[in-house]
């Protein structure tokens, strides 16, 4: 290495090294058009405080906008074969995953880590859009049972965050397999008695929305996402109909008992734990109750005594105590007559 790798290179690197840009310190809503300061829509979690525009994040802000602080833990990913069909289309499959690793810091669409949602034991995964779509192949189908199985040997809860736009077509078949995997883990799930909420976020589409992400006891969604299957065009031009206002969004699922509650980002942690607290509530110990008894005394005397204020008949009076699963038939024919019609005048 010479010196004009050592100095002067670097030197002249700092020296036209990019100052940040204005472009770079407003972000333009994508439906209002209105421009944000960066911090004031960091500050809104990337909600639009003209609109309210819920803009996508990424799996990393979503952990700290779900997660208690101090609380995560990553999940580390099994690893399976990156590219069994040898697929390649413009670009060769394996350098689409390398140029996606290098944009997101590795890993595959779906992140995990466990932790507490307002105390409450939790797994959650999240599939990031920003990496290849947060499309479902073999390593998303790996990912989930691993978090599924976590979550059953922590005895939490488990929360899927979806943003797909499907199976991912470079995997063919084996991308298609991962939906009934996903649902086959969910069992597991079923089994321990674990709740399994979904938080759907714009946009959950494909073979995502046709397995795991409609599958929850709750299922939570953003104002505004787009969840459905197929895309509005294919819909509309295969039924050769209008489409309705709103259709395919969270609001108008929630109107036709698609989803259970339409949460702001600012209250989703909020909402998704009070759902888990309520579903992960343990039965508290009941306290062991005495066994009934029967005792041979005539109702009337029981009444005159109250009555008289005079304490009740002597504890060695003569009981039986009743057996486990014991039918016990009364006899009516001791009675007095008056004095039952008395005791069922009584208000107390």
């Given at each position: ?8 290179r ?16 407003w972000r333009?809503c994508d439906d209002?058009?209105?421009?944000i ?15 309210g ?5 990424g799996?990393e ?18 690893e ?14 394996t350098?689409?995953?390398?140029d996606?690793?290098?944009k997101?810091?590795?890993?595959d669409?779906?992140?995990?880590a ?6 409450v034991?939790?797994?959650v ?19 989930f ?52 909420i ?5 946009p959950t589409?494909g073979?995502?929305?046709?397995s ?30 209008t ?13 036709h ?16 734990g009070c ?5 992960l ?7 062991p109750?005495?066994?009934l ?9 029981v009444?005159?005594t109250?009555e ?7 504890a060695?009076t003569?009981v039986t105590a ?12 001791q ?5 039952a019609?008395?005791?069922?005048e009584?208000p107390?």
């Amino acid at each position: 290495m010479s010196w004009l790798d050592n100095y002067v290179r670097p030197r002249i690197q700092q020296l036209v090294r990019r100052a940040p840009s204005p472009q770079d310190l407003w972000r333009q809503c994508d439906d209002c058009t209105q421009m944000i300061f960066h911090r004031d829509l960091e500050q809104a979690m990337m909600v639009c405080p003209n609109c309210g525009h819920h803009m996508r994040i990424g799996a990393e802000q979503r952990f700290k906008l779900l997660l208690d602080a101090g609380s995560r833990e990553d999940l580390v990913m099994p690893e399976v074969a990156l590219d069994p069909l040898k697929f390649r289309d413009q670009k060769r499959y394996t350098e689409r995953l390398k140029d996606a690793h290098n944009k997101n810091g590795g890993g595959d669409a779906l992140k995990a880590a466990s932790g507490t949602i307002e105390g409450v034991p939790a797994v959650v995964t999240v599939l990031d859009f920003s990496f290849m779509g947060g499309s479902m192949g073999a390593a998303v189908g790996a990912g989930f049972l691993a978090a599924v199985q976590k979550a059953v040997e922590n005895k939490a809860g488990f929360i899927a965050v979806t943003a797909s736009g499907g199976a991912r077509m470079q995997e063919g078949i084996l991308s298609l397999m991962q939906m009934p995997r996903t649902v086959a883990a969910l069992g597991l799930l079923k089994d321990a008695g674990l709740p399994y909420i979904t938080v759907l976020t714009d946009p959950t589409t494909g073979g995502v929305s046709a397995s795991f992400a409609m599958l929850g006891d709750v299922a939570i969604a953003e104002p505004l996402a787009a969840i459905g299957f197929a895309g509005q065009r294919v819909i509309k031009e295969t039924i050769g109909q209008t489409l309705p206002d709103g259709f395919q969004r969270a609001e108008y699922l929630l109107d036709h008992g698609m989803l259970d509650i339409v949460a702001p980002r600012d209250e989703l942690k909020a909402t998704v734990g009070c759902v888990l607290s309520l579903l992960l509530e343990r039965k508290v110990e009941e306290e062991p109750v005495q066994d009934l008894v029967f005792a041979s005394i005539p109702v009337d005397v029981v009444i005159d005594t109250e009555e008289q204020g005079e304490p009740p008949p002597p504890a060695d009076t003569e009981v039986t105590a009743l057996k486990e699963d014991a039918l016990v038939e009364a006899d009516f024919s001791q009675v007095n007559p008056e004095a039952a019609k008395k005791a069922d005048e009584d208000p107390r």
